[in-house]
């Protein structure tokens, strides 16, 4: 049964996307900071796809939940930026890696991915906005990291991911959504195997799926403010 925080949520996307005549996307909870009890309760009411920001933190958690049903099976996906001394960690811990902004991350997720295990799912990080303050490669850039990524058996290029400027004007906000929707259809115009196009949050999610965000990213709407740092 889904939780009313989980319903609301459920029910903002497909009002969303029936109002932009779009599928409806996937819903990542992201669980930053949250406590592995809170992201067994999500799954429990029916939430598959978790997102953390952190490698450890995930990991600690993925090892809390190992021996608890309600969290068999779930889908982890890293979306914090990865540092290349983490990549190890990261090829063998989650399902997805939203976050590959630099070609010197490929070879390394490649080399460490479980030969037991399907290929690693990859978004590529764009700093659609050019921010400074925020990782992610160049939209010119893109391609030839696409290409990289692509040519690596044990990765699989999925699509784009992009946390646009929090600017106050959302038709500004609407404007960097259209631009990534424009790389994503270049590049899946390229790949069979690209598919993700992960853009929009909690206050945001509904003109991102109206410009074709495919998975959106969620976590104060569903879990409420995130835990004061210890």
Known sequence: MLTPALHAVVQRLQNAA???GRPAPT???VGKRQPAAAIAALAAAGQHAFGENYVQEAVAKQAELASDPRAAGLEWHLIGH???????LAAQAFDWVQTVDRAKLVPLLAAARPADRPPLNVLLQVNIDDETSKHGCAPGDVAALADAVASQPRLRLRGLMAIPAPLPDMDRRR???RRMKALFDA?????ASIDTLSMGMSEDFELAIAEGATMVRVGTALFGERPARG
């Open 18 to 20: 029936r109002q932009s």
């Open 187 to 191: 590049q899946a115009a390229r790949f």
């Open 27 to 29: 819903l990542l909870a």
């Open 175 to 177: 404007d960097a959504f």
């Open 82 to 88: 990865l540092q290349s001394n983490k990549a190890t």
